[in-house]
């Protein structure tokens, strides 16, 4: 259908078509192009509020995870001296028997 409209022009007109397509998008660039810079500033915006959110709650899951490691810890010597506790009143009552 293409080569029975212009047989002898069909070459001629891929780069008027190429021409014209450029000049198109070169012409939606132009009236689009501060609509995208604006969107673009915006989500560097929201990007870079995320990242400072992200760092804060890193610095925050840091703080926890010391202050987790200290009580466990304290905990684990507690524990210690809960079972020697346990086992001087073991010896306590084994003296007491032993008495009596």
């Given at each position: 259908?293409?080569?029975?409209?212009?047989?002898?022009?069909?070459?001629?007109?891929?780069?008027?078509?190429?021409?014209?397509?450029?000049?198109?998008?070169?012409?939606?660039?132009?009236?689009?192009?501060?609509?995208?810079?604006?969107?673009?500033?915006?989500?560097?915006?929201?990007?870079?509020?995320?990242?400072d959110?992200s760092?804060?709650?890193?610095?925050?899951?840091?703080?926890?995870?010391?202050?987790?490691?200290?009580?466990?810890?304290?905990?684990?010597?507690?524990?210690?001296?809960?079972?020697?506790?346990?086992?001087?009143?073991?010896?306590?009552?084994?003296?007491?028997?032993?008495?009596?």
């Open positions: 259908m293409f080569n029975n409209f212009c047989a002898e022009c069909s070459w001629e007109l891929i780069p008027m078509l190429l021409i014209a397509w450029l000049l198109g998008y070169l012409f939606w660039l132009l009236l689009n192009r501060s609509k995208y810079q604006s969107q673009i500033k915006d989500l560097t915006q929201q990007v870079d509020s995320w990242k959110k760092n804060s709650l890193e610095v925050d899951i840091k703080g926890i995870q010391y202050e987790k490691d200290k009580v466990d810890t304290e905990f684990a010597t507690m524990r210690g001296k809960f079972a020697d506790m346990q086992m001087e009143v073991m010896a306590l009552k084994e003296q007491l028997q032993n008495k009596g």
